[in-house]
């Protein structure tokens, strides 16, 4: 159990492997769309996880310009949904522990 708890990383840690600011990924963290946990007052998450939601919204965005693309009205709601949420299952148990 010690040496899974070992792979999360401070957010400002994960900003090194995105495009994103620590800020902006905290702001993705409270809001459910990147898997992480709080412990404290910090937000920690897994390079995987911060990688899977990268692809996730390389893929929202692919469909998006796809649908631009293909249709002749620009005015459809589905082009300014959000982004895609965590699914339920696979959110993170907040009972989790880590070790740093």
Request: charged share 30%.
């Amino acid at each position: 159990m010690e040496e899974e708890t070992l792979k999360y990383i401070f957010l400002q840690k994960a900003a090194e492997y995105c495009s994103y600011s620590q800020e902006y990924l905290s702001l993705l963290a409270r809001k459910g769309k990147l898997k992480a946990i709080k412990i404290g007052n910090d937000w920690v998450t897994k390079r995987e996880w911060v990688e899977e939601y990268v692809e996730r919204i390389k893929t929202f965005n692919n469909r998006n310009n796809q649908k631009k693309e293909t249709s002749v009205s620009a005015t459809s709601t589905e082009q300014f949904s959000s982004a895609p949420t965590v699914k339920e299952s696979d959110k993170v148990p907040s009972e989790v522990t880590a070790v740093f």
